[in-house]
């Protein structure tokens, strides 16, 4: 069994539940229509690119060049971005909480997540603080699953993939940090994730 000594958490959809639909179920008013206009407009390949480093406001500009039809809607993305924070995952937060506790594993996150929204989150969720570092990936202009945020991740906090897990709940996300030597768990729900880490050695008392 390996010896784990540092544990890597992704953030959203494994601690915190981020959804555009929570805004969208606002502003239009099916369900369908919500689904379309996601799929279509405002894109999750869109708004990857933000999380790779691309302003907000020249974003939307271009998104609204290209469907001016939607402008009102495109605006709503960012202007009311902290309506799509549905909030914190508590039990994957229990089980940080509980890690931490112990003291024996050092605790960081590697997040998809724009650099300008990113601060938003830190106000209002208090176990982001709680890391000993966190990549984003807005600040790094690359995003997973490129290798080289997973590189920055490593060498900047000096961490042995052999001796770490990283959790995903994205699977393509997880074949970088395994081609590092990382161990790797996608997360599903959290009562996996705790049986899965436990399975791996870890304890949480």
Not at 155 to 167: C, E, L, N
Not at 172 to 187: D, E, K, M, S
Request: hydrophobic share 45%; glycine share 6%.
């Amino acid at each position: 069994m390996p010896t784990i000594r540092t544990v890597v958490f992704d953030l959203g959809g494994v601690l915190i539940d981020w959804n555009p639909a929570y805004l969208y179920r606002q502003l239009l008013p099916t369900e369908a229509e919500v689904t379309w206009f996601l799929a279509n407009i405002c894109t999750p390949a869109w708004n990857e690119a933000q999380d790779a480093g691309r302003p907000l406001a020249e974003a939307t500009e271009w998104l609204v060049q290209q469907h001016p039809a939607h402008a009102p809607l495109i605006r709503a993305y960012y202007a009311r971005w902290p309506e799509m924070l549905g909030g914190a995952i508590a039990r994957t937060v229990e089980l940080l909480a509980q890690l931490r506790q112990t003291g024996r594993y050092r605790l960081y996150a590697l997040t998809n997540w724009s650099a300008e929204t990113f601060p938003i989150a830190q106000d209002r969720f208090e176990f982001l603080h709680w890391f000993e570092g966190v990549v984003v990936s807005g600040e790094e202009k690359t995003r997973k699953p490129f290798p080289e945020i997973y590189d920055t991740l490593v060498s900047r906090y000096q961490i042995d993939p052999a001796q770490a897990v990283y959790i995903d709940d994205n699977p393509p996300n997880l074949p970088p940090a395994q081609a590092l030597g990382f161990h790797t768990i996608r997360f599903q729900q959290p009562a996996q994730l705790r049986a899965d880490l436990l399975a791996l050695g870890l304890r949480f008392g």
